[in-house]
């Protein structure tokens, strides 16, 4: 999938992916896409929550071993 920002959030425990995620979409365009990788387990719940009161989109979620992929655009 394209994204226009990349956001490595690789051994950091929430709420940091969730922080990082929200200062790195606040400098975005709507529309564009920021990936973002972490290792938190707890981060595929927190993302799927922010993205609902947040109303940006989570356009995909992936697992490969412990690291978790998002791609959300922004409203």
Same mark, same amino acid.
């Given at each position: 999938?394209?994204?226009? %920002?990349?956001?490595?959030?690789?051994?950091?425990?929430?709420?940091?992916?969730?922080?990082?995620? %929200?200062k790195a979409l606040s400098d975005m365009q709507s529309g564009q896409v920021l990936r973002i990788v $972490?290792?938190?387990?707890? $981060?595929?719940?927190d993302f799927q929550a922010f993205c609902k009161q947040t109303g940006n989109e989570l356009l995909e979620q992936t697992q490969a071993s412990n690291e978790y992929t998002f791609?959300?655009?922004?409203k």
């Amino acid at each position: 999938m394209n994204f226009d %920002k990349d956001l490595d959030a690789r051994g950091l425990n929430c709420p940091l992916p969730i922080l990082r995620a %929200k200062k790195a979409l606040s400098d975005m365009q709507s529309g564009q896409v920021l990936r973002i990788v $972490s290792t938190d387990l707890g $981060s595929v719940k927190d993302f799927q929550a922010f993205c609902k009161q947040t109303g940006n989109e989570l356009l995909e979620q992936t697992q490969a071993s412990n690291e978790y992929t998002f791609f959300l655009k922004r409203k």
